[in-house]
Every structure is written in C-alpha cells, then in structure tokens.
C-alpha cells in the first residue's frame, strides 16, 4: 500500500524539480566530492573545518535528492486546458477582488509542493486556495484568516 502522498504540479513545475534533481546528480555532487577530497588532501581531518563543511554540504544534497526522487515518483501533472473554463483548477490563473477594499488580486493555483506566495503561486491546499478550488467566475468566497474572514469574488479565471 502506497501511503505517501500524491505530489500535484503543473508541467512548468515538474520541469522545474526534473532539473534540479539533474543538477543535484550531476553537478553538485562531483562539486561536494572535488571539495572533500581537497579537504582530505590538508591532512589531518579531526580538526578540519573544509572537510566538515563539504560532508555538511554533501548529506544536505543526498537528502534533497531522495526527497525529489520520493515526490517525483508519487506526481501528478495536472495540464493547464485551455479550454476556457470558468471554474477555478490547479493550473489556472485566478483573479480575485477582495470586496472590502476593493483591491484585486492574481494568483495562479497550484500544488502545494509548487507553492511561491512571492511568485503569486499559491496552494491547493492553502486557505484561499482550498476556498476558491471548484468555484467559478463571479462567485463570492469567505477564506478564515487570522483577524477573521475576508470576501473575494473571482472575476476571472484563465
């Protein structure tokens, strides 16, 4: 029974972890394996500072290596279908006003392991996101935030 959990992206997303799995394997680990040689080769490694720092590095990149060979092997691509769809879907860019203010918003929804809030990707799985999922153009959602409640209306859904 497979219980780890299902990994959403967007095509965009898993080329994305594709290449940095590639350069982690390629790349970065003949650089971290060049650097513990070199550290080697100063001598005596007990109280080599070069030499804890580059094992440091390299257990950091093994690491991320099988957690995006593990997410990589339980993904799904969701395909943006431009098929004009009213109704808000990972992959689509939502356009929401916030009915207070009147401030309008625009955020493409996304898997959480996609989500960059800086980047105006957000989750599936976050507040908003779990609050506009499934809804359409001009419906009026509530998301709970923690000063309480706020009320956008998706004006648009590409």
């Known amino acids: 029974m497979n219980t780890e959990k299902e990994i959403i992206l967007t095509p965009e997303g898993l080329n994305k972890l594709e290449q940095e799995l590639g350069i982690l394997k390629t790349v970065k680990r003949r650089e971290v394996a060049e650097r513990i040689k070199q550290a080697i080769e100063f001598g005596d490694i007990s ?22 060979e593990k997410m990589l092997r339980n993904v799904r691509v969701i395909e943006h279908k ?3 769809s009213d109704i808000v879907h990972i992959g689509a860019k ?4 916030d009915l207070e203010c009147g401030d309008e918003f ?5 898997g ?17 996101g779990k609050a506009i999922i499934g809804k359409k153009k001009g419906d ?5 935030v923690p000063v309480g409640k706020v009320k956008y209306k998706i004006i648009a859904v590409v």
């Open 47 to 68: 109280e080599n500072s070069e030499y804890e720092d580059a094992k440091n590095e390299q257990a950091f990149i093994e690491g991320r290596i099988i957690t995006l």
């Open 82 to 84: 431009e098929n004009n």
């Open 94 to 97: 939502v356009t929401l006003q």
């Open 106 to 110: 625009v955020y493409t929804l996304v």
């Open 112 to 128: 959480s392991a996609e989500a960059d809030p800086m980047n105006k990707k957000i989750s599936n799985e976050s507040p908003v």
């Open 140 to 144: 009026i959602v509530e998301v709970k």
